[in-house]
């Protein structure tokens, strides 16, 4: 007897499932090819890239393109800017994206698994990125604008750069907002490394590649009014020969793979991922709740020739404005797309002057857009008011309406009078960060409570 409970106890004296440490669960390269998969579906999760990022800049940004019409009211105060730190929306979007930066902080942390040296560099490349582009979209939704006031001193987002003590039980867990610039400085040297890990890989197939590393440091670098850099960078995107536009406007959208002109996009099918998109954008017909309309304001941008207006916008059955980018539930949201970079590198020499940085000037660049648009032909030598324009219509509600506000220093005038640096178009620290957190008291944006 005393043998056999012996021999229980022994079996019995296992550790928890929930306090297994990250030694024994990434002890293996398998394990962190795995935990890199799951970044990509925390990436794809409908409060980040599966959604709420873009809708978000687009109810904060609109001026005169869309209403919301919903029932929710955190989405509908975003809307109408009368967000509270405790709006629930801008909480789950700042915590999903910490959680899809931590995910990426442990494989960073364990590469030693990995021993194939080209293997360590693909995945550390695709952590890079993944941790890049959440910081740039963290540093735009919850920070100053870059051109506002001086980066350097202004709050941006706190960076926590190794994987975080999740119960918050040690100090270390603590961390104050790091500046503006110090986050810049983060994703690009992140993006930078992504960039020069991937370069010498084939293609990719759904996963970042140094292609998409390339085309978000363009992103960037447009936000901080660094035209020479974004040029070069979007340049180097097109030049590459690896995208390319596809014929007809209504093919970018709503596929379940990728397109030719998908630079990178979050992939979403009937057994992973979620479309918020199409569930706010798309009609009742399209299961969707059609919470998000267009305004006839922003259809009046369009020629009656335009294709963007005849297969991106429909009417449902109760003539209701939609958008038809994002009809299929199952379909991937493209994330940049090569029609931005021709736009960026467009918007780019335009304002930086000088030798124009590729083979195209900013007028051959819009009239390829138009082009494939079947629109009329673009201007020989566009205005900066022509090229945002452009970036309206073909861009709309794919997440660039703030941010195009604010590095253009334009004004909305859709709900009242909103100066682009406006505080209320800067979303608030979620306050049950700042409760949590003690190295966040006092550091709440301004016009928040």
């Known amino acids: 007897m005393v043998i056999i409970l012996v021999g229980c106890s022994q079996e019995l004296d296992i550790e928890p499932s929930d306090s297994v440490t990250e030694a024994q669960a990434l002890d293996s390269e398998e394990a962190v090819q795995s935990l890199l998969v799951g970044a990509y579906d925390r990436m794809a999760d409908d409060d980040v890239y599966g959604g709420w990022i873009q809708m978000t800049s687009d109810l904060l940004g609109t001026n005169f ?6 029932t929710f009211s955190d989405p509908g105060d975003v809307y109408a800017k009368t967000i509270s730190s405790n709006n629930a929306q801008a909480e789950v979007t700042w915590t999903e994206i910490y959680e899809t930066i931590n995910v990426a902080n442990i494989i960073l942390a364990n590469l030693t698994v990995v021993s194939d040296e080209e293997e360590r560099n693909r995945i550390e490349g695709e952590a890079k990125f993944i941790r890049g582009a959440m910081y740039f ?11 506002d006031g001086n980066p350097a001193s202004n709050l941006g987002v706190p960076l926590k750069l190794a994987p975080t003590d999740l119960n918050y039980t040690s100090s270390g867990s603590f961390i104050a907002r790091n500046t503006v610039a110090e986050v810049y400085t983060q994703v690009f040297n992140d993006l930078n490394t992504a960039e020069s890990l991937l370069a010498d890989l084939d293609g990719n197939g759904f996963y970042a590649t140094t292609w998409a590393a390339k085309a978000m440091l363009a992103r960037v670098y447009m936000q901080q009014h660094n035209y020479e850099q974004a040029r070069i960078k979007a340049n180097e995107v097109i030049e590459s020969g690896a995208f390319s536009l596809v014929d007809r406007i209504d093919r970018a959208f709503n596929q379940a793979n990728n397109s030719v002109e998908d630079i ?4 979403i099918t009937n057994q992973d991922g979620e479309n918020a998109l199409q569930t706010f954008y798309a009609a009742t017909s399209f299961n969707g709740r059609r919470d998000i309309r267009i305004r006839p304001e922003y259809e009046e941008l369009f020629e009656e020739e335009d294709e963007r207006l005849q297969y991106l916008i429909y009417f449902d059955v109760s003539g209701r404005r939609l958008s038809g980018k994002y009809k ?41 857009i138009r082009a494939r648009a079947k629109a009329s032909d673009a201007p020989v030598n566009p205005t900066l008011e022509d090229i945002l324009l452009e970036r309206k219509r073909e861009l709309g ?30 979303l608030p620290i979620p306050q049950r960060e700042v409760d949590a957190n003690p190295a966040l008291k006092g550091q709440q944006n301004p016009g928040y409570n």
């Open 328 to 368: 299929d539930q199952y379909a991937n949201i493209g994330i940049i797309r090569l029609a931005e970079m021709y736009l960026i590198r467009a918007e780019a020499n335009l304002l930086a002057g000088g030798t124009q940085v590729g083979s195209n000037t900013p007028g051959d660049d819009l009239q390829l």
């Open 397 to 426: 509600f794919e997440g660039h309406f703030i941010h195009d506000i604010r590095r253009s220093e334009s004004t909305i005038e859709q709900l009242g009078t909103f100066e682009w640096n406006d505080d209320l178009l800067v």
């Open 65 to 70: 393109d869309i209403t919301w019409n919903g």
């Open 137 to 147: 979209e963290l540093v735009r939704l919850f920070a100053k604008d870059w051109s």
């Open 264 to 267: 990178f996009a979050v992939q």
